[in-house]
Structure formats: C-alpha cells, structure tokens
Nanobody, 114 residues
Framework: QVQLVESGGGLVQAGGSLRLSCAAS????????MGWYRQAPGKGRELVAV???????NYADSVKGRFTISRDGAKNTVYLQMNSLKPDDTAVYYC????????WGQGTQVTVSS
C-alpha cells in the first residue's frame, strides 16, 4: 500500500505562485511515475504534469511554461511549482503515483482569484 499526502494548496491572486508537495509513504521499492491531476467544478479530472523515475517530465499544454514538476527520489516526494496562475487553474489538485497499481492523494484545493 502507498499513501500520498498533499500540501501547499490555497487561495492566490491571478499572476501569483503556489508550490504543491506530495509525499509518498508505505511499503514499496520504487515509484515509476508521479504526477499531478486536477479537477475543476463540473469538469473531469485532467493531467497537469507527470515525471518519471528518471526525471523526464511531461506537461499539459495549458500549463507549459508556467508550471514545473520536480521529484526528490530520496524523499519519495513530488513537487509542482505553479507560477503565473490564472483563474482557469482553479481546481482540486490530486497527486498520483504509478507503481504496479495506481494511487491517489486526497486532493488539495487551489483557488485563483481574478
């Protein structure tokens, strides 16, 4: 089993920045991919960014150039640095970890005011 605990969400004005963190704990050898998804009110869950164990990152087009995903393998933690935030970025952000199974965090609210 893997537990994911997110932190760092909150309320910020448009143009501001936030940094999300997600720490994984439990019984596992390594995590193949860690990433962030988000779900806005009335919409489906969408991929924001994902990073491999080797550090290769992929981003949704809507966040490229504004968000940066990074990973600390020793701490089993993934980060999402979000800059130049827009009201459209308002959503619940979920951490995701892919091992032999897929695990989700409980979600953290990000609200961007205009």
């Amino acid at each position: 089993q893997v537990q994911l605990v997110e932190s760092g969400g909150g309320l910020v004005q448009a143009g501001g920045s936030l940094r999300l963190s997600c720490a994984a704990s439990g019984s596992f050898f390594s995590i193949n991919f860690m990433g962030w998804y988000r779900q806005a009110p009335g919409k489906g869950r969408e991929l924001v960014a994902v990073i491999s164990k080797g550090g290769i990152a992929n981003y949704a087009d809507s966040v490229k150039g504004r968000f940066t995903i990074s990973r600390d393998g020793a701490k089993n933690t993934v980060y999402l640095q979000m800059n130049s935030l827009k009201p459209d970025d308002t959503a619940v952000y979920y951490c995701n970890a892919q091992l032999q199974a897929t695990y989700w965090g409980q979600g953290t609210q990000v609200t961007v005011s205009s």
